[in-house]
């Protein structure tokens, strides 16, 4: 399998650290591209333009980052990144993770292309205001989930990480110190160490 990816891509992050917690690293090859130069081999497997993007060994493929979790997911005997007893907990976490994702990407990306006065525009602020909603939830959404991460788990750890990375102004860590030990716990796990945002 190939997988499109760039190195400072949240989405694409979620899809490095589920194939790595499932042990499924050996059978991928990293396709480092950047989407914004609209390259061929990319377009043609996702029209979107968008990564990540996973090519399979029969010439299929599959777009956006929790479809190729759950493709991955899929292959594995244990299911461990969607378990059963813990389904509903686990869709909700990952959602909550996704929409801060997409919230903080969008500010980020509005902010690069449009100057920081986006903030303060009505989507601008929709934005900002649904990002600290969202921390203010997962501050108590947010449990302990067992030893073995789901993929919740996963995609709000690298939320929380992104906007470490790209809005430090926003300090969550200082603000919401349960959500910065739980963050911590995982971010020392491989699958986050072998894959920080560069
Ligand atoms: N909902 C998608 C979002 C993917 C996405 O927005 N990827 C960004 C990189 S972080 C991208 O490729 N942007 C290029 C573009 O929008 O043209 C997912 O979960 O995979």
């Not at 081999?41 to 759950?70: F, Y």
């Amino acid at each position: 399998m190939q997988l499109f990816l760039n190195a400072t891509s949240p989405y694409a992050r979620v899809v490095r650290v589920a194939a790595e917690e499932l042990g499924m690293m050996q059978q991928i090859e990293l396709c480092w591209t950047d989407p914004w130069s609209d390259p061929q081999a990319l377009l043609h497997i996702n029209p979107a333009a968008r990564i990540p993007a996973l090519l399979l060994e029969d010439g299929r493929s599959i777009s956006e980052s929790l479809l190729i979790a759950c493709y991955l997911n899929s292959l594995d005997p244990g299911s461990r990144l969607l378990p059963a007893a813990q389904l509903v907990d686990c869709l909700h976490l990952a959602g909550l993770g996704q929409g801060l994702m997409d919230a903080s990407f969008a500010t980020v990306i509005a902010r690069k292309h449009h100057g920081g006065e986006s903030d303060q525009t009505l989507l601008g602020s929709r934005r900002l205001r649904a990002i600290e909603r969202l921390l203010k939830q997962l501050q108590t959404d947010w449990l302990p989930s067992g030893s073995t991460p789901h993929l919740g788990d996963l995609v709000i750890a690298v939320a929380l990480d992104y906007l470490a990375f790209r809005m430090p102004e926003c300090n969550w860590q200082q603000r919401y110190p349960s959500l910065a030990s739980r963050h911590a716990l995982l971010a020392q796990r491989n699958s986050f160490s072998g894959s920080a945002f560069v």
